[in-house]
T-cell receptor, first 114, second 115 residues
Framework: AQTVTQSQPEMSVQEAETVTLSCTYD???????LFWYKQPPSRQMILVIR????KQQNATENRFSVNFQKAAKSFSLKISDSQLGDTAMYFC???????????WGAGTKLIIKP | ETGVTQTPRHLVMGMTNKKSLKCEQH?????MYWYKQSAKKPLELMFV???????ENNSVPSRFSPECPNSSHLFLHLHTLQPEDSALYLC??????????????FGNGTRLTVT
């Protein structure tokens, strides 16, 4: 069975710094999708970025980028120039194409300090 | 403004009560989901509806009863809950059930406390 592990329960950085959140996963599938979702204090989960495993190029969305290492089964999220509004829970998720069930990590609480 | 609306935002209920959670999506999506979110644990998928038909039930106790009267509305009926059922219950929708190009859109959740 697939699993997703986020090893950092909580992180905090100063505003404007760069922060990297880690995510590792376990799977025997070759084709799958990976996601980072953000859950701010408003509680609404929002998709931040998405990576397709067959694409070698790392996905980027403005200040958010990923470091996808398929062989290592690692999918970290980098937030550049962090802002106070980035304070949230961040969840890594895996979607395999064998059963299309989304597998979630336990989340990392990120605090951006002024 | 969220395209997925959940009510109530907070709910406190006793173990003998019966209550319902409501979810409405304004996105024209065909699939809707109930998730349970407990602190420091991964999200747990409870139920999935696609085109108003329940397509997935992940071993959820019968004290949770979903209802999907149409593709825009989803309910979760609660009765004789236990304190360990206290959690944030999230509703989500997506364009289609099986599509890698169909991300989930979430509501703000209902914070449920069972006393």
């Amino acid at each position: 069975a697939q699993t997703v592990t986020q090893s950092q329960p909580e992180m905090s950085v100063q505003e404007a710094e760069t922060v990297t959140l880690s995510c590792t996963y376990d799977t025997s599938e070759n084709n799958y999708y990976l996601f980072w979702y953000k859950q701010p204090p408003s509680r609404q989960m929002i998709l931040v970025i998405r990576q397709e495993a067959y694409k070698q190029q790392n996905a980027t969305e403005n200040r958010f980028s990923v470091n996808f290492q398929k062989a290592a089964k690692s999918f970290s999220l980098k937030i550049s120039d962090s802002q106070l509004g980035d304070t949230a829970m961040y969840f890594c998720a895996y979607l395999g194409i064998s059963n299309y069930q989304l597998i979630w990590g336990a989340g990392t609480k990120l605090i951006i300090k002024p | 403004e969220t395209g997925v609306t959940q009510t109530p935002r907070h709910l406190v209920m006793g173990m003998t009560n019966k209550k319902s959670l409501k979810c409405e999506q304004h996105l024209g999506h065909n699939a809707m989901y109930w998730y349970k979110q407990s602190a420091k644990k991964p999200l747990e998928l409870m139920f999935v509806y696609s085109l108003e038909e329940r397509v997935e039930n992940n071993s959820v106790p019968s004290r949770f009863s979903p209802e999907c009267p149409n593709s825009s509305h989803l309910f979760l009926h609660l009765h004789t809950l236990q304190p360990e059922d206290s959690a944030l219950y999230l509703c989500a929708s997506s364009q289609d059930r099986i599509s890698t190009n169909s991300p989930l859109h979430f509501g703000n959740g209902t914070r449920l406390t069972v006393t």
